[in-house]
């Protein structure tokens, strides 16, 4: 825990935890032979990442043996454990790791060369082989790779051997590199639309990738930032946290005032494709933070909810398209985008109710999966022959006009910047809400619900209703992510409402931390910004074929090693990782030992 | 059965011949018991007896088959929680059970839910941060990290905070250890003489009748005794089943 402790000397070289490191080897030989046959390195290897040498296929093979071959070597560190220093057994240990991964590789090399498994597999290909055997022969592929294993893996654990700043600055410098290049299409359109295009010149290669004077230059600069920069980020993080009462206030004020003029002020200079990015997480964004509310405050797990994203695209295109189904009497006017809102709303919140009214009373599994055959029943009574004609069927409906705003703005598709500006205030409007009611007295009882429905129904709280009501908040700020989809997209159909975009949107809320507004924002933008939508494409294109695949990774890792989620909420972080604030705690002598610890025990307030 | 010692006044919380089923299984079986007003009284009974679902009754989460639950002489039956709670009728739930990832402080606003009357519920606060220091200091900390004696202090903090007339409590000595047991039943004492009336389900029955004034003993659902809580004390029948003595 701290930085004074004394470490023992380090261990010998062969003593080692073989099993552990058999263990990781293979899981490494699994995850390399698992990527490559799910067509990465093929896929994405016309991604030049560092103009000529490194294509971002190779890359995909490459980063894990350095990253398990570094953390086969990190220990948790415990007080009252011994800590050994670190030393030449970790950079064996990785290097070992490291090789039996690069053997994985190499056996697949082997397999590709005398058996065809194309049909069950079919990403084994003749490509496959040439490119892990480098178009040399088979031999050379598979010494090759157990070469660049144990090399990459004896690397990573190396890094233990070097000072931390050293490791920071290394770290920094190779993420900084890989992530410009990886990010080329958006950082040049940035830097075009700032009068920058000369240093994007600089740094990328005219075809594609980072140059190798551009990688020099990113690199220096990162590895500035990982010495200086960082410690003065840090120092104003810490000095903010410190402040307290009116001073606090003010801080909040100025920084959400920041944040409100760059959503203002940068699409104004960014050009059509960031704008394009950014209405799409927005438009996610309110899906994520109606469905916040839901799973997070009042803790009902809905996997149902694109039926309201549904509700709301369909209604407005009905309201506001000439081309809707042949069935509505034509006493039936068009109406304002906003005029369709409104009804929106209503419909919306009658759904919520006619939803959520048979399925409240259930609890946990159960809840959730009648929450998820509701969403597909909403799909497919759009999609149906009975109301075909009213809908559109699988035709949908077309012809969507954009949003009249007082005939200063057409809101539609092809002018992404004005759909940004619209989501974005919606997104607003979501935020207060959801920020305010989170303080309320509605907003404890849906956490006393959450937390324990019956003692919460024990206090006097309608648990029904209560749940009821949060059921409905959230179906309606979706259907307003649906009304504005409908006008960006100018058409719906039914397959833009499928069960994906109910597991995005979950995926978005988990993954950006639970019950917290910053999180989602933070999820929202990294999941749908940086990998794409359902249907969406992100900022990395090349990724969509493995959208999904990523998607799951991520889940899981962030399960394992941060269930708190990317921005977490303090309280929530407490309590995931309460053993080992009470292990700490033990530790220190501050919990009272004569007390009968209840479910918890008692830590001393730090 | 033996006269109440208080047969002249009407009882605060009563069940008049009580039935309960979950399903086909018959529970309670023509459960009569009242409360007065400030009393400390205690039903005692064996695993599987009914003592939970009599509580749950009480408070209208089991709505009874037949017979009915009375409140200040108002049949009460089919009425929601939160029409109890408004009325003065809270319970501390088993096993403490609190909201575990909110501070102590919303745990205990928590119990205030169904009041409106900000100035009350301030000075109920103040109330029971004297009656329990320990909570006052722990009141920013999320209650799932209190120790076992400090989270039985802020439920029964919670519970008060609706300003009860009668608090039903829940086997309050379960899964505490014996020191805290002995402190936990003073405390108890202690809001018993604020006025509060108590009623209590216990399995520690030497305990739950050395501070009651009466109590009542559950076997299958059905009360099979009735009467002081010396007499009870004194009785073979119960020293042999619940007290541990042949």
Redesign the interface.
């Known amino acids: 825990m701290t930085d004074t402790t004394v470490l023992a000397p380090a261990r010998g070289v062969l003593d080692q935890d073989w099993r552990k490191i058999v263990n990781y080897g293979l899981l490494l030989a699994l995850a390399e032979v698992f990527i490559a046959l799910a067509n990465m390195p093929v896929g994405l290897d016309d991604f030049i990442l560092i103009e000529p040498i490194l294509s971002l296929g190779y890359v995909s093979l490459l980063w894990l043996p350095l990253l398990l071959g570094y953390s086969i070597g990190t220990e948790k560190v415990l007080e009252g454990v011994t800590s050994h220093a670190k030393g030449a057994r970790e950079v064996v240990a990785g290097a070992c790791v490291g090789l039996i991964g690069g053997g994985g590789v190499s056996g697949l090399v082997l397999l590709l060369d005398n058996f065809d498994l194309r049909d069950p597999l079919v990403n084994w290909s003749p490509q496959l082989l040439a490119l892990l055997a480098f178009d040399n022969g088979v031999g050379y592929g598979v010494g090759v790779w157990l070469a660049i294993g144990g090399g990459l893996g004896l690397l990573g654990g190396s890094m233990h051997l070097i000072a931390p700043l050293a490791r920071r600055v290394v770290s920094t410098m190779v993420l900084a590199v890989v992530g410009v290049a990886v990010l080329e299409t958006i950082l040049s359109d940035i830097a075009e639309d700032l009068f920058l295009e000369w240093l994007a010149d600089w740094i990328y290669f005219i075809r594609g990738g980072v140059s190798l004077h551009g990688a020099a230059t990113v690199a220096v600069v990162a590895g500035a930032y990982a010495v200086w920069g960082s410690k003065a980020v840090k120092g104003a993080k810490a000095s903010y946290q410190a402040l307290e009462g009116v001073e606090r206030k003010q801080a909040n004020k100025v920084s959400i005032a920041v944040v409100v003029a760059a959503t203002i002020l940068l699409p104004l200079v960014l050009g059509k494709i960031t704008n394009e990015l950014l209405a799409n997480v927005g438009l996610f964004l309110l899906l994520a933070l109606g469905l916040n509310i839901v799973i997070g405050l009042a803790g009902i797990l809905d996997l149902g909810y694109v039926a309201f994203f549904a509700v709301g695209g369909y209604t407005t295109a009905i309201l506001t398209s000439p081309n809707r189904g042949d069935s509505w009497p034509t006493w039936i006017p068009q109406v304002w985008w906003v005029v369709a809102l409104m009804l929106v709303i209503v419909l919306a919140g009658l759904t919520g109710l006619f939803i959520g009214a048979p399925v409240i009373r259930m609890r946990g599994d159960y809840l959730a999966i009648v929450t998820l055959g509701f969403g597909e029943i909403i799909r497919l009574l759009f999609l149906s022959d009975w109301l075909g004609g009213f809908t559109g069927g699988a035709q949908g409906v077309t012809n969507v006009p954009g949003v009249q705003v007082f005939g200063l703005a057409n809101v539609r598709g092809t002018d992404p910047r004005a759909v940004f500006y619209l989501v974005a205030f919606f997104c607003a409007i979501a935020i207060y809400v959801s920020w305010r009611l989170e303080k309320s ?1 509605i907003g ?2 849906w ?2 619900v959450r ?2 429905e ?9 648990t029904v209703n209560v749940k009821l009501l949060a059921f409905v908040v959230g179906a309606v700020l979706a259907s307003f992510s649906g009304a504005i989809f409908a006008a960006k997209v100018g058409s719906v159909f039914p397959t833009s409402f499928i069960i994906l975009v109910s597991i995005v949107i979950l995926i978005v809320v988990i993954v950006g931390g639970m019950g917290n507004i910053a999180g989602v924002v933070a999820g929202s933008v990294v999941l749908i910004g940086v990998l794409g939508g359902p249907k969406q494409p992100g900022l990395l294109q090349e990724f969509s074929e493995f959208k999904l695949l990523i998607y799951g990774a991520l889940l899981v890792w962030m399960m394992l090693k941060r269930p708190e989620g990317l921005i977490p909420n303090v ?2 972080t ?2 995931l990782h ?1 053993d080992e ?1 009470l292990q700490d705690a033990w530790l220190k002598g501050q919990i ?1 030992e ?10 001393a ?1 730090a | 059965m033996s006269d109440s010692p208080r047969s002249g006044a009407t009882p605060l919380l009563e069940m008049r011949g009580v039935n309960t089923h979950y399903g086909a299984v018959h529970i309670l079986k023509d459960v009569e018991l009242s409360i007065y007003p400030g009393e400390l009284v205690c039903l005692l009974g064996g695993n599987a007896s009914g003592k939970s679902t009599t509580l749950k009754t009480l408070l209208g989460m089991v709505t009874p088959t037949s017979g009915d639950v009375v409140l200040d002489g108002e049949v009460v039956n089919g009425q929601p929680t939160s029409y109890l709670v408004e009325r003065g009728v809270t319970m501390v739930p088993e096993n403490r059970r609190l909201f575990k990832r909110l501070s102590v402080k919303e745990n205990l606003e928590l119990g205030a839910y169904l009041r409106t009357d900000k100035d009350g519920i301030q000075r109920d606060l103040e109330r029971i941060y004297g009656l329990f220091p320990r909570v006052y200091e722990r009141l920013a900390q999320k209650s799932g990290t209190l120790s076992g004696g400090e989270q039985q202090m802020v439920a029964m903090g919670r519970a008060l905070m609706s300003n009860p007339r009668v608090l039903l409590m829940d086997e309050p000595s379960m899964g505490l250890a014996p020191a805290l047991v002995q402190t936990n039943f003073q405390l108890i004492q202690q809001i018993h003489e604020e006025g509060v009336a108590i009623f209590m389900v216990e399995q520690n029955a030497n305990m739950a009748l050395s501070i009651a004034d009466r109590g009542w003993v559950l076997q299958t659902g059905r009360v099979v005794l009735d009467d002081t809580a010396d007499a009870l004390l004194a009785n073979p029948e119960l020293r042999a089943s619940y007290l541990g003595e042949a």
């Open positions: 007295r404890r009882a956490m006393a937390e324990d019956s003692v919460a129904e024990a206090m006097g709280i309608n309280r929530r407490r309590e309460q604030f009272d004569g007390d009968e610890t209840g479910d918890g025990g008692e830590v307030p």
